[in-house]
Every structure is written in C-alpha cells, then in structure tokens.
C-alpha cells in the first residue's frame, strides 16, 4: 500500500510541475485575451443591451381592452347597458421608424467600438509579451553572467592566498559581482511586471507561472506618415463608432420631434341597451398641445448631438497627433535597433573572461570588459522592447493591422 502511494505521488509530482510552468504563445495569448479581457466583456455586454434596446423599439404597442356595464333601475323601471372595445395608439405608425433606426445605428456604434477595443487589447498583449520574453531572456543572460563572475571570484580567491593577485584586485570583483547581482534583480522585476501585466490582460490566474515563446516580429514599415495618417481617419473604428452615434443620434432628434404630433389613439366596439338597441361604438382620442409639446427631449437630444459633433473634432485631431508622434518615435527607435546589429554581446564578455583568466589583460580592462557587455545587453533588449511597443502604438494609433508573426 505505501508503494503505490509513492507511486501516486510520483505520478502527481510531475503534473503540479507542469501546471505551474505553463508555457504560452502568443497566438494563445491573444486568444485568451479576447476571451477573458474585463474590457471587452463589458463592450459586449453592451452590444447586448444595445440589441435589447433595439427589439423594445421595434415592437407594436399593446392594445388595450375595456369593458363598462351600467344596472340601473327606478322603482319597476329597470335599465342595462354595456360596452366592449378595443383601442391601440396610432402614433407609433410614424413614430416607429425613426427610432428604430436610431437604435440599429447605436447597435452598430457599439460593435464598431468593440472591434476599436479589440484592437486596444491586440496592442497590449502584444507589448507584455514581448517585454516579458525578451526580459526573460535577458534575466536568464544576467544570471549566467553571474554565474561565470561567481566562479571568476572564487578563483581569485585562490590566487589571492598564492599571491598571484592583490587584496584590492579581489574586492574590485566582488563588487562587480555584487553590481550585477543588484542590476539582475532588477530586470527580474521588470520581468515580474510584464509577466503580471500578461496574466491580467489574458485572465490567466495570477499565482500561474508562465513563460513564453521567442517570436520574431516584423517591424518594417511600407507607409509614410501622411499614409498612416490617412489610413487613420479612415480606419479607426473609435471614429466611426462615434459618426455612427451622431447618425444615431440625429434619428433619435427626429423621433422626438415627431412626438410634437400629440397623442392619438383610435378606439372601436360593440354597444348593447336594454330596448334592444345595439351596434358598433367607435371613439378617437388626441392631445391638445397646449403647453407639453416635447420640448424638453428635443432640445437634450440637439444638445447631445452638438456634443458629439465636438467630440468627433476632437478625435480626428487627437488621431493625427498620435499617428504623427508615434510613427516619429518608431522611426527613432527602428534606427537605433538596426544600429546595434553589428554588436555581438557574447563575444565582448567571453574574450574579457578568457583573456583576464589567461592573464592577458588588466583588471581594469576586465571590468570595463564586463561593464560593456552588461550595459550593452542591456540596452539591445530594451531597444527591441521599445520597438516592438512602438509598431505595437504605431499599430493602435493607425487602426489597422500592420504585424506579421513569424515563428
């Protein structure tokens, strides 16, 4: 019996291992995204009472049944009479239209800002990834490079007792090690951020570990600024979210000013007395629009639509402000990115730990060795992390896709 326990736990053992290293790409994350992001939840749920709205508008009005009976009497003289009808407003026969085109266009605002926040998330997701990867992989470089100075150390710790190096050629390492240890643990938190960033965007649970896939972005551009710019006005679905609700809007002023029209409603029936006197009732109904003539909805929807109206301007000045200041900070930091091509990391901190091993080299030529490779690794990441963020900005900016994913 306590055999096969151990064998259950064995078996378990590798399975909690597995969960709690789950790794993601990045097909999957978005994917995950547009499933679990509280955003766009709550743009659906208002494309769902969008379309509620929509089929409250569209219905016919209840008619409405009435039924009167009179018994009266005078001494032996006995009198009844009674009343059946029917009655239905007529005013939805012109009111109807208007509003309900009003609601499909809201309807359709919604879908579109859906779709606008869709392309928000896109953008997000594809930012956390690829920071978080790429500081990964930078965490990871640290560590072995600390590694490698930990050995270098206590190397130099043995040198130190047979005399081949000096007391302060020792501390100068340690305090290198040390720096480096400082430095890694802060890129581990950058790690952390961007790895918690993911989780909350995704919906995955935030005491899951994940990690990531290398994914190659690509990065080139075929557009100018004045493309983009075009592109952008023309595009972005925020913007025609927000011309849809001013058409939207401008129905629903005329459904209310069509309510100037007062109430009518039509009403018919079947009439029986007592003297056999019988036949069909019928009786019309309508407002007089002596004081109450709607005035109140027309003018909160004119001014509804003149807000609208400059909030529209707006938009369409803010979208030409960050498609330009975006695709000014892509440019920047797509030359600096091919700038560093040329540079090759590994080579600077190897050929410094050889050769300071070797004796070739001074301690000062060591550290300046190791200063260089870390500061240079350093900023190649955080040159492609800023470029991937800003294709990725560039992209939401424009309204469109841009990106290709290649594995």
């Avoid at 379309?51 to 003289?77: A, K, W």
């Avoid at 009674?82 to 509003?99: D, Q, T, V, Y």
Wanted: glycine fraction near 2%; hydrophobic fraction near 35%.
């Amino acid at each position: 019996m306590r055999l096969f326990r151990l064998f259950v736990m064995l078996l378990f053992i590798p399975c909690v291992f597995i969960k709690a290293q789950q790794k993601i790409s990045f097909d999957e994350a978005l994917k995950s995204a547009y499933q679990n992001n509280i955003d766009l939840q709550k743009q659906s749920a208002r494309i769902q009472t969008a379309e509620s709205v929509l089929g409250e508008s569209s219905r016919l009005p209840n008619p409405v049944f009435t039924y009167t009976r009179e018994d009266l009497n005078s001494g032996s003289t006995n009198y009844k009479e009674w009343i059946a009808s029917g009655s239905i407003p007529l005013n939805f026969l012109w009111n109807r239209w208007s509003n309900v085109e009003s609601k499909e266009k809201s309807l359709e605002a919604q879908k579109l800002l859906y779709e606008a926040h869709k392309l928000n998330v896109s953008a997000q997701v594809r930012e956390s990834y690829f920071a978080f990867n790429k500081y990964s992989e930078l965490s990871g470089r640290l560590n072995n490079t600390l590694t490698r100075l930990t050995e270098l150390a206590e190397s130099a710790k043995h040198r130190l007792n047979e005399g081949d190096i000096s007391e302060y050629e020792l501390q100068r390492i340690l305090i290198e090690v040390n720096k480096i240890k400082a430095t890694a643990s802060e890129i581990e938190l950058l790690k952390t951020k961007f790895e918690n960033n993911l989780k909350l965007l995704t919906g995955y649970d935030s005491s899951e570990k994940i990690i990531t896939e290398s994914v190659e972005l690509n990065t080139d551009l075929d557009f100018s600024e004045e493309e983009l710019v075009t592109n952008a006005l023309k595009n972005r679905n925020d913007l025609k979210a927000l011309k849809t609700l001013i058409e939207s809007e401008n129905l629903f002023l005329s459904h209310n000013q069509m309510k100037i029209i007062p109430d009518i409603s039509l009403s018919a029936g079947y009439k029986k007395q007592t003297d056999d006197l019988k036949g069909t009732v019928f009786q019309i109904n309508f407002e007089v629009p002596l004081f109450n003539r709607n005035q109140n909805a027309i003018q909160q929807s004119e001014i509804e639509v003149n807000l609208l109206e400059k909030d529209a301007a707006f938009l369409n000045n803010k979208i030409k402000t960050e498609v330009s200041e975006t695709y000014k900070s892509y440019v920047l930091n797509k030359s600096l990115y091919n700038a560093r091509n040329d540079i090759k990391m590994d080579n600077i901190f190897n050929t410094a730990a050889y050769s300071y091993e070797q004796g070739e080299i001074s301690l000062v030529e060591f550290i300046d060795g190791i200063n260089a490779f870390i500061d240079g690794s350093i900023l190649s990441s955080e040159l492609e992390i800023n470029l991937h963020k800003n294709y990725s900005r560039l992209e939401k900016a424009v309204g469109i896709s841009l990106t290709n994913f290649e594995k």
